[in-house]
Every structure is written in C-alpha cells, then in structure tokens.
C-alpha cells in the first residue's frame, strides 16, 4: 500500500509527464479574498482565473491543496465523524485545464493514473449509489465498467 507522501509525488510527477505546471499548495488562511477565511477547496487558489480577473501563467497546473472544513454550505461540518471519508483538515490532488483540455482527456489521464501508475484493478468492484425518489438505490460495478473502451 502507498503512503499518503508517495501517493502525492507519484500524482504530482504524472501530471508533470502531461505538461502540468507543479503549483505549490496556497495557505489555508486565504489572503487578499474577503468572501473566504479558509481554503475549503482544490479550486480556491483558482478562483481569479475561473472568473476571467486573471489569465494564468500556466494552461495546465497541478497541485496539491491543503483544504479546512468548519462550517457553513459545502463545508461538510455535520458530517465530520460520521463515516470514513469527511473530515475537517484534508489535502486535495488537483490537475487543472484553463482552455487546454477538456473531459476527454481528464478522463483518459484518470484511467491511465489509476490503472498504469496506482495499479487498481480494473475489475475492482465499485459502489455505485444514487437516490430515486424516497428509495436509496446502491449498485455494484467494476471499474472497468464505468468507462467504455479502455
């Protein structure tokens, strides 16, 4: 099994092999954006070129981006504690496209860094759930089946 440390240099070396710029994480204390305290998203360091305030040095980045939760929309606060996955202080991996590449691609490096580089079975089976009506429906599929031609 990775460690958390091996996993980040590994993602971060794969998108520099796809012409991704290396960006460092930005302070989980945002400066200079009055509508957040904390870095709550991968995206946040972004948000300017989002908007079109700012042109990026880069068309593809990569990055890592230590995130805080505490409260508040989308800060998952109610959910710390409650399962394996949300927690307060997190690291997101982030490879972005600013009018680059699109899905295609972003699909295509996803398959190829799990599958090539994290070696994940493909045949792994997968949970798959989603909510219809009042009813929980919950599906099981193995990777390889939620994309097509790979």
């Known amino acids: 099994m990775m460690t958390s440390a091996e996993i980040r240099k590994e993602f971060l070396a794969f998108f520099a092999s796809k012409k991704h710029h290396i960006v460092p994480s930005a302070p989980i204390v945002v400066k200079n954006d009055p509508t957040l305290l904390f870095t709550n998203a ?4 972004f948000k300017d070129y989002f908007l079109g305030n700012k042109k990026p040095e880069h068309k593809r980045i ?6 805080l939760r ?3 929309k989308h800060n998952d606060l109610e959910e710390v504690g409650v399962d394996t996955y949300h927690h307060t202080m997190f690291e997101m991996l982030g490879n972005w496209s600013f009018g680059d590449y699109f899905k295609k691609d972003a ?3 996803a398959w190829e860094l799990l599958i090539t580089e994290f070696n994940i079975d ?3 089976p997968l949970l798959k759930a989603g909510v219809c009506g009042p009813n929980l ?3 099981f599929k193995p990777l390889g089946a939620l994309l097509i031609n790979r």
């Open 122 to 124: 493909k045949n792994l």
């Open 137 to 139: 429906i919950i599906k």
């Open 107 to 109: 699909i295509d490096w």
């Open 42 to 45: 991968g995206m946040n360091q």
């Open 70 to 72: 505490v409260s508040g």
């Open 62 to 67: 990569v990055d890592t981006q230590k995130c």
